[in-house]
């Protein structure tokens, strides 16, 4: 498969830029590993070696031609096979040849075995030889809170259900946060241009997707909207990457954390209104509150962001206006799959699933949820306060106390919501059609109220993060949209949850938005709450069937 890719003519400003630009930091030909502690943006930042092109420089559009590399290529004489699944594997497979980490930096290769001729070599292992027609490539991101990924050095099932269904599965390890700015996605890359450096010995791509939730969605975002950006560039020559394309054909992401810097501000826009003040810093809070709404305002209108009617979606001084207007359609048409999915009587509620990740600091198993029987992987160090989580979390399920329930019909639930608000002096909020059975939510600021209390701090996201490198344009798939600085993915499929309590909502509705707005191709939808969402359970077979839909 040919592949071009984009020349970034300027490394620009922060994420989220998309009006008036100014050239800011760039990566140095040979780049520094730069700790969470040490990164601090600097304007006008550019390398010594090597000046930045002036900003009204034209892409040029160029033809990759892969060079020689040092990196050894995949031993087709050492393929070992699982009888029962029909998958031929191989583990341990270095993928850059300047490792930082030689831990991390490896990957695995699952592959069906009707594309493989292959003979036993009678000690276990297989020859192969690609035969067939190729298939699409996936590759998970499965990084928690942005932490390291380690690599497969076995069979994994997860792996094997890819390539079940026809597919074939890249597992990579990564390195995570603190190991440098850039650096998880960087060698996420790297694993990319390896498989491509093999095209010659491996069945014919049909297309390379990546897949993950959370954490693993965002770096996903991020490798699907900056496909051969010059701003990875000497991460890569760092590790020794292979000379080829990193652009990647689709994206399949659930709740991606993306847009970290705008996390606090988007909160306080859609649900700062909900914050109760009180106390001798309450002025002051209210203050801050107020300012960083007023701050999402202006990255909102800065964006150039347009409806599917082409119109502007901007908000006014007060943060009202059609990108308000935008939000709560958004809302009303959740609901409304929500509803229309059924099955009557059913039992509604929020569960607050991403507690479990936080909660649990002796490491004990979540008991439901989406980390269901997965031990947090969160070190203790990462956890700010574990009485004020705690705290969080018996609030949190007072909440969800609240929201919960068993409802006969629709129109039953829809009467709770209202009852609910009614009950805490708000008024009706959500209006319900009998005969069409479409709901309208006509008040987005009371869903906040009720799905968004907030109950933590003013500016707990970015806190939480703990590392201001998550908080770099190299982790913001905006970014490189906005600014053009790469090839982008064709093929999106991005869901979130709506009532997900703390987390602002606006990230994938921008992300997606902004990919409509280019023309690409995205199913986006966001779950009504967890009771209702299926993208993290069972994940690995629908990132699969949506895959195989692509060709």
């Known amino acids: 498969?040919?592949?071009?890719?984009?020349?970034?003519?300027?490394?620009?400003?922060?994420?989220?830029?998309?009006?008036?630009?100014?050239?800011?930091?760039?990566?140095?030909?040979?780049?520094?590993?730069?700790?969470?502690?040490?990164?601090?943006?600097?304007?006008?930042?550019v390398a010594e070696e090597e000046q930045i092109p002036a900003p009204d420089e034209e892409f040029v559009e160029m033809e990759f031609v892969p060079e020689t590399s040092s990196l050894k290529k995949i031993d087709m004489t050492k393929w070992l096979l699982n009888e029962e699944d029909g998958v031929f594997f191989q583990t341990g497979i270095p993928y850059c040849a300047n490792a930082a980490d030689t831990h991390h930096e490896q990957l695995a290769v699952f592959v069906p075995r009707a594309l493989f001729d292959a003979k036993a070599n009678g000690?276990?292992?297989?020859?192969?030889?690609?035969?067939?027609?190729?298939?699409?490539?996936?590759?998970?991101?499965?990084?928690?809170?942005?932490?390291?990924?380690?690599?497969?050095?076995?069979?994994?099932?997860?792996?094997?259900?890819?390539?079940?269904?026809?597919?074939?599965?890249?597992?990579?390890?990564a390195r995570g946060k603190g190991t440098g700015v850039g650096a998880a996605v960087a060698d996420f890359k790297a694993a990319i241009r390896f498989i491509r450096l093999n095209a010659d010995i491996l069945p014919p791509e049909k297309?390379?997707?990546?897949?993950?939730?959370?954490?693993?969605?965002?770096?996903?975002?991020?490798?699907?909207?900056?496909?051969?950006?010059?701003?990875?560039?000497?991460?890569?020559?760092?590790?020794?990457?292979?000379?080829?394309?990193?652009?990647?054909?689709?994206?399949?992401?659930?709740?991606?954390?993306?847009?970290?810097?705008?996390s606090d501000a988007a909160f306080e826009w859609s649900a700062g209104h909900a914050r109760e003040f009180s106390g001798g810093d309450a002025e002051e809070e209210r203050l801050k509150?107020?300012?960083?709404?007023?701050?999402?305002?202006?990255?909102?209108?800065?964006?150039?962001?347009?409806?599917?009617?082409?119109?502007?979606?901007?908000?006014d001084e007060s943060g009202g206006g059609p990108y308000a207007d935008f939000y709560r359609k958004e809302l009303t048409r959740s609901l409304n799959e929500f509803l229309a999915a059924g099955p009557f009587p059913r039992k509604t509620g929020l569960f607050a699933t991403h507690i479990a990740e936080i909660e649990n600091p002796q490491g004990e198993s979540a008991t439901e949820g989406m980390f269901a029987g997965r031990k947090p992987r969160k070190p203790?160090?990462?956890?700010?306060?574990?009485?004020?989580?705690?705290?969080?979390?018996?609030?949190?399920?007072?909440?969800?106390?609240?929201?919960?329930?068993?409802?006969?019909?629709?129109?039953?639930?829809?009467e709770s919501l209202n009852a609910l608000s009614l009950s805490k002096g708000g008024g009706r909020w959500v209006e319900y059609d009998g005969a069409e059975g479409i709901a309208e939510i006509t008040d987005w600021k009371a869903f906040a109220k009720l799905f968004q209390k907030p109950l933590r701090k003013i500016?707990?996201?970015?806190?939480?993060?703990?590392?201001?490198?998550?908080?770099?344009?190299?982790?913001?798939?905006?970014?490189?949209?906005?600014?053009?600085?790469?090839?982008?993915?064709?093929?999106?499929?991005i869901?979130?949850?709506?009532?997900r309590g703390d987390k602002p909502l606006t990230a994938e509705m921008n992300l997606a938005q902004l990919l409509k707005n280019n023309g690409l191709r995205?199913?986006?939808?966001?779950?009504?709450?967890?009771?209702?969402?299926?993208?993290?359970?069972?994940?690995?077979?629908?990132?699969?069937?949506w895959i195989s839909a692509q060709e």
């Not at 966001?526 to 629908?542: H, K, R, Y």
């Open 207 to 262: 297309g390379f997707f990546v897949y993950g939730s959370d954490a693993g969605g965002a770096i996903a975002c991020v490798i699907g909207a900056s496909g051969d950006s010059a701003l990875y560039s000497s991460l890569l020559d760092e590790i020794g990457a292979a000379e080829t394309t990193d652009a990647v054909d689709g994206v399949f992401a659930t709740e991606p954390r993306t847009a970290l810097p705008l």
């Open 1 to 45: 498969m040919r592949r071009t890719t984009l020349i970034a003519p300027a490394v620009l400003a922060l994420a989220f830029s998309c009006a008036t630009t100014k050239p800011e930091q760039t990566a140095e030909k040979k780049a520094e590993i730069v700790t969470e502690e040490e990164f601090i943006p600097k304007k006008d930042a």
């Open 380 to 414: 203790k160090s990462a956890i700010p306060n574990i009485a004020e989580e705690r705290l969080f979390r018996e609030m949190t399920e007072k909440r969800q106390r609240e929201l919960s329930g068993i409802h006969d019909t629709p129109y039953d639930y829809i």
């Open 123 to 173: 000690d276990g292992t297989y020859t192969a030889k690609a035969c067939g027609n190729g298939a699409p490539f996936a590759m998970k991101i499965d990084t928690p809170s942005f932490l390291a990924m380690k690599p497969a050095q076995s069979y994994s099932r997860e792996a094997a259900s890819i390539a079940k269904s026809g597919l074939i599965a890249v597992l990579a390890g």
């Open 289 to 315: 509150s107020e300012n960083l709404a007023r701050s999402f305002a202006e990255k909102i209108n800065s964006l150039s962001l347009a409806g599917d009617d082409g119109n502007a979606l901007t908000l």
């Open 495 to 499: 869901r979130g949850t709506a009532a």
């Open 522 to 545: 995205v199913d986006f939808s966001l779950f009504w709450n967890d009771s209702a969402a299926d993208g993290v359970q069972g994940e690995d077979e629908q990132a699969a069937a």
């Open 459 to 493: 500016g707990a996201a970015a806190s939480d993060e703990g590392n201001f490198s998550l908080l770099s344009e190299m982790y913001d798939p905006m970014y490189f949209l906005c600014e053009k600085s790469g090839k982008a993915a064709s093929s999106w499929r």
